[in-house]
């Protein structure tokens, strides 16, 4: 017996369904998915499409920025809740930071990895930082 999604979601106008092909750039090796969304919206293939690329480049860069800017992947955290804890101190700070990256773009070029040295040792850009 199927689901009717109209009983369960009552304003479901779309469901979207995207395939998606990934070659592994060491080995070659196609990896093909498929990712279904539910949406209240009735808009055009093009226009989800162009939504769900957005947001897997905006949590793609959030999860770089991470990895690589605050080295979460060495983060050996493995006690009851330190692990959820930590990564939430990370993503606030990144947030944070990222914020007056972009306030103060005009008057300084620095990247958000510097800035996050900067607050280190600065307590007067950290007081910055914190009281945005």
Not at 25 to 50: A, H, P
Request: glycine share 4%; hydrophobic share 40%; with cysteine.
């Amino acid at each position: 017996m199927g689901v009717n999604p109209l009983l369960k979601w009552k304003n479901l106008k779309t469901i979207i369904e995207i395939s998606a092909e990934r070659i592994d750039q060491k080995t070659g090796e196609v990896q093909n998915s498929k990712r279904y969304y539910i949406s209240s919206r009735d808009e055009s293939s093009e226009y989800f499409l162009n939504a769900v690329k957005d947001h897997w480049q905006v949590e793609n860069l959030l999860h770089w920025h991470l990895d690589v800017t605050m080295r979460e992947d060495d983060c050996r955290c493995r006690v009851e809740h330190s692990a959820v804890n930590f990564s939430s101190i990370r993503q606030l700070a990144l947030g944070l930071v990222k914020k007056i990256v972009i306030m103060r773009s005009k008057t300084e070029k620095l990247s958000v990895r510097t800035k996050m040295l900067k607050a280190g040792w600065d307590n007067d850009f950290l007081l910055d930082v914190l009281l945005q």
